[in-house]
């Protein structure tokens, strides 16, 4: 990779750099934990300085944050971190929490107690709806109240079907005030993808709405839940949340009457490592890996990354375009856990109009937005023009994740949104809950590239024999453990699956299965998914680069580009795509796809074939899915290789059969 420097898109202003809440932290942990004094050097030198203690000093970075963010122990911790092998790293080992207490706790403050803990937008009503601070508390300590009369015990674990609405916060809250283990799936989720997960954990009880509008239609979702009480013999209780209005089912409890009481929360103290919820991977290849992490693990990284990395706070307004069957939902509420209001919204991203998101941003006065790179290029495709159309005023930054962000939509924000606005592109996972790398308030936004990595996170990127390698392609690894790494998965009780997943091409480092390059000035470009890597001719290549230039031609929809290795050493590699409507894929648009790759990256990345198909196939959370299609074209029956329940489109995969090459 180029060394030169991309084009600077934004700087941030000195004094709002000065003020961030990073730097504060800065300046603290070097008054009182020996992090490294760094005033005199750039922006770039400081950050690097202070990420570089971060991780070399892991007990005393992490003592800092824990003291810096009032973090509440009611048995406080003599030990940081008692081992630091990976897996089995144990943090804070005598200490206890709840997480609950720690994302409730601002509402005990009476100058905020009667302001939004939860601004709730949904497609149907856009006027926004707010929960205060104070009401937030009473329903969580009426619902915490009546699942212990239910029975509900520390350990015990509790479901829901529920979309990004303000009821599902607060069945979250009190399930972890319990002590209970949370998990969620969104309600656009069949049945059998439902009880893929849920039927691993065993709950003891199941909320559940009755439907849900998406698109301006309704979607009745009794049917679903009736199957899932059947399915699900450990539910003693469920509970019965009327989004499209319809009665509650026989024996099931009234949300109302869940919520009705005039009750203060009562947290159980818990061990650190104790499990807050379940989490859980695509399942595209077999069930989902049922991922737990702790009260503790989540509380601490959480507050790092919307405190320091979002540079969130009290009387900020976050918002992040997300459901509850993906791990944004529950990174959403780390806002609340920093003071911030949280924004819910339920609905389709792009109704009744394209710009849909940004309008829930205006309309709520939102400060930090997150959304999906696919929906930014979306954005771009239809052409709106969101800083012209809407007031934006409040908005100073923008998340992004998902996929990479390729250098167009980066482009389209600056010119589009605003040229004074923070670009927070950042990568992580479901495995952690939040992000490897992201966003620096008090450093620039280049092209193409995420700023930097996590404070606390030994991010590096390593070759195919465990090299460090700089400026070039590589494996994302983690060489020092983190707090928000699982604490097992459920039902793997040698850790064989854990160590698999992550720990089997380098023992004892963390491998995250990401393309990366790390810049020899810090920031870091993600370039796609390395198990599904294309090789040509001994030079891996990033599909999403490919995704980037085929995918800003506006014939093109969306693409898939697969490698297969052939039984006779060679190698084909398809690039499939999905055409815009009244588009042909001729031979002047084959050539034009293949002139683009060829000069704007290189002749290597210039497919073998260009084939249409009615469809890319997604998992449930949208990503689009290569290993499964790669193993169709080499002759895996389709339901060998993918579990159908893991996808939104799962007929999309029917197509790719004619193309095999075995």
Request: include cysteine.
């Amino acid at each position: 990779m180029s060394t030169e420097l991309p084009p600077l898109l934004w700087t941030p202003d000195p004094a709002r750099a000065a003020s961030s809440r990073l730097s504060a932290f800065q300046q603290f942990a070097a008054a009182h934990h020996g992090a490294p004094q760094t005033a005199g050097l750039s922006p770039q030198a400081a950050y690097a300085t202070l990420h570089r203690w971060s991780v070399e000093r892991l007990e005393d970075f992490w003592r800092a944050v824990t003291e810096w963010f009032d973090v509440r122990f009611t048995r406080p911790p003599t030990t940081v971190l008692s081992s630091t092998a990976m897996p089995g790293a144990r943090w804070f080992p005598e200490a206890t929490l709840n997480y609950a207490e720690h994302a409730l706790r601002h509402g005990e403050d009476s100058n905020i107690a009667d302001t939004p803990a939860i601004i709730h937008v949904d497609e149907r009503t856009p006027e926004p709806v707010a929960t205060t601070w104070s009401e937030l508390r009473r329903q969580v300590g009426s619902v915490s109240a009546e699942l212990r009369a239910l029975g509900v015990r520390p350990g015990d674990r509790v479901a829901a079907y529920v979309p990004n609405i303000p009821q599902a916060v607060v069945a979250l809250l009190a399930t972890a005030a319990v002590g209970a283990v949370w998990t969620s799936c969104a309600p656009d989720f069949g049945a059998r993808s439902v009880l893929d997960r849920f039927q691993q954990i065993e709950p003891v009880v199941l909320f559940a709405v009755d439907g849900y509008r998406y698109g301006g239609k309704e979607h009745d979702r009794r049917a679903v839940v009736k199957e899932l009480r059947d399915e699900l013999p450990s539910v003693r209780q469920v509970v019965h949340i009327p989004v499209l209005g319809f009665a509650a089912p026989a024996g099931a409890r009234e949300w109302e009457g869940l919520t009705a009481a005039p009750a203060e929360p009562v947290f159980e103290q818990l061990p650190f490592d104790h499990p807050l919820w379940v989490l859980y991977s695509s399942g595209t290849t077999g069930l989902p890996k049922a991922i737990v992490h702790s009260h503790g693990g989540i509380t601490v990284d959480h507050l790092k990354q919307a405190g320091l990395h979002l540079d969130l706070g009290p009387g900020d307004r976050f918002f992040w375009y997300t459901s509850t069957g993906w791990m944004m939902w529950n990174y959403l509420l780390a806002g609340l856990l920093v003071g911030a209001s949280i924004v819910t919204y339920d609905g389709s991203p792009g109704y009744p109009a394209a710009d849909a998101q940004w309008r829930v941003a205006a309309d709520t006065g939102t400060n930090v937005f997150g959304t999906s790179a696919a929906y930014v290029m979306a954005c771009g495709k239809a052409g709106v023009h969101p800083g012209q159309d809407l007031d934006l005023a409040d908005l100073r930054a923008i998340g992004i994740t998902g996929s990479p962000l390729p250098p167009d939509g980066f482009r389209w924000i600056y010119d589009e949104i605003s040229a004074d606005i923070w670009l927070v592109s950042v990568s992580g996972g479901t495995d952690v809950c939040g992000s490897f790398v992201g966003g620096v308030p008090t450093l620039p936004v280049h092209l193409g590239e995420i700023q930097a990595p996590n404070l606390g996170v030994a991010v590096e990127s390593w070759s195919q024999d465990g090299k460090r390698v700089v400026d070039e392609v590589g494996e994302l690894v983690v060489t020092r453990p983190t707090p928000s790494m699982p604490l097992y998965f459920w039902s793997d009780p040698d850790d064989q699956r854990y160590r698999d997943s992550y720990f089997a091409m380098f023992p004892g480092v963390w491998r995250h299965g990401d393309w990366i390059t790390h810049t020899s000035r810090g920031t870091v470009v993600i370039h796609g998914r390395s198990d599904s890597t294309l090789n040509r001719q001994g030079v891996r290549m990033g599909s999403s680069d490919i995704y980037e230039v085929v995918e800003r031609m506006p014939q093109i929809k969306e693409s898939l580009v697969i490698g297969l290795e052939q039984p006779d050493g060679g190698y084909w590699m398809p690039l499939f795509v999905v055409l815009a409507q009244g588009t042909t894929l001729d031979d002047d648009l084959r050539a034009a796809i293949s002139n683009a790759l060829r000069t704007k990256l290189s002749p290597r990345h210039v497919p073998d074939e260009i084939i249409a198909v009615p469809a890319v196939p997604h998992t449930l959370t949208g990503k689009r899915i290569e290993v499964p299609v790669k193993r169709i074209l080499a002759g895996t029956p389709v339901d060998q290789a993918v579990n159908p329940g893991s996808l939104e489109n799962p007929e999309a995969l029917r197509v790719f059969e004619q193309y095999r090459r075995t």
